[in-house]
């Protein structure tokens, strides 16, 4: 399936864009977590002279996507809970941090 996106696309960018449109968010989801950690990985070898092999890099991103998912399969297990109990779902806003400390929000794209 992947060799078949990868036929078509020509750029990176378009593979995981074409991913993303064809495929499901499970699918997604762990090439997007492979891809960074091959880049991760790529990262150690140009900083910190620092080599894995393929496996474990491969390893470590599954083991991520499956951390992540157990955790968003947690939060749906509450909200579906949480609803059969007839409680509200109360939207998460941004608050102004205490003084003296600072907030950081984190944001990325693919251009």
């Known amino acids: 399936m992947l ?8 750029t990176l960018a378009g593979f995981v864009f074409d991913l993303c449109r064809h495929e499901n968010r499970n699918v997604a989801g762990r090439v997007a977590l492979l891809l960074w950690h091959i880049w991760d990985a790529r990262n150690d070898v140009i900083w910190n002279d620092t080599r894995q092999s393929s496996m474990t890099t491969g390893r470590s991103a599954l083991v991520a996507w499956q951390d992540w998912n157990n955790v968003q399969q947690q939060r749906l297990s509450r909200r579906v809970q949480a609803a059969n109990n007839g409680e509200q779902q109360r939207n998460t806003v941004w608050e102004k941090p205490e003084n003296q400390w600072m907030k950081c929000n ?4 693919v251009h």
């Open 106 to 109: 984190v944001d990325a794209a």
């Open 3 to 10: 060799l078949q996106r990868a036929d078509v696309a020509h």
